[in-house]
């Protein structure tokens, strides 16, 4: 499995595919990468030379992905919250920020629905007040 940036991607498939498990590169951004690096997208991973790995590797860390790229992501929302605005608010509460309804739907941010007073049926034949298993 070649290592580019601190990320193993998968050998068996194409080398344009496997650049899109390092977060923060898409399908053009890693053929923006392979055209910048002289490589052929249909190539497998396991094909690529330590040479052609490491040409890739100096090309991506012209691109702001990984760990730096979440950094900056996790202090826009920081900021947002620190200066007390409307999507600050949201996110502090875990709820859409852009504009969606949260009436129906949402349920990706707002996790799933509360259930209240549910309880196991009790099985039959069972002793009246027996906790159901």
């Known amino acids: ?42 190539k497998r991973a396991k094909d690529l030379s330590d040479d052609e790995v490491a040409k890739l590797t100096q090309v991506i860390s012209a691109y702001k992905v990984e760990g730096d790229l979440r950094r900056e992501l996790s202090g826009n929302v920081k900021r947002l919250i620190d200066i007390g605005s409307y999507r600050g608010f949201r996110h502090k509460r875990g709820l859409p920020a852009r504009g969606q309804r949260t009436r129906t739907n949402a349920r990706t941010r707002k996790g799933p629905r509360p259930r209240f007073g549910v309880r196991k049926r009790a099985k039959p034949g069972a002793p009246a007040g027996a906790p159901a298993r």
Do not use: F, H
């Open 1 to 42: 499995m070649p290592r580019i940036v601190g990320v193993d991607i998968p050998k068996e498939k194409r080398i344009d595919v496997s650049l899109r498990y390092i977060y923060g590169i898409g399908p053009a951004t890693s053929r923006k990468i392979l055209a910048q690096a002289q490589l052929e997208p249909s």
